[in-house]
């Protein structure tokens, strides 16, 4: 089975406001990329979720509004330890 843009929505609803051709093409991305060593059982899941992945990373979503305006991490701070 393959994932469709309409489960993909339904599963994902922060990604409701991502163009649907956008949205369609990460997904045709992510249909490509999860192959057919996944169980058959899983594909849609593995699918649908590198594009809502693939989607965060990019700053889409409702979820995701803040973070893509932030830009690039600065700094790195574990406890007491930090990274500049």
């Known amino acids: 089975m393959t994932a469709t843009?309409?489960?993909?929505?339904?599963?994902?609803?922060?990604?409701?406001?991502v163009a649907d051709d956008l949205a369609q093409s990460i997904l045709d991305e992510s249909i490509a990329q999860v192959g057919d060593t996944w169980p058959e059982t899983?594909?849609?899941?593995?699918?649908?979720?590198?594009?809502?992945?693939?989607m965060a990373v990019e700053g889409a979503?409702?979820?995701?509004?803040?973070?893509?305006t932030l830009g690039p991490m600065t700094q790195r701070k574990a406890g007491a330890v930090g990274v500049p």
């Open 42 to 54: 899983l594909v849609d899941a593995a699918q649908m979720a590198l594009a809502a992945h693939t």
């Open 5 to 17: 843009l309409e489960g993909f929505r339904s599963r994902y609803p922060e990604f409701s406001s």
């Open 61 to 68: 979503g409702s979820r995701n509004a803040a973070a893509a």
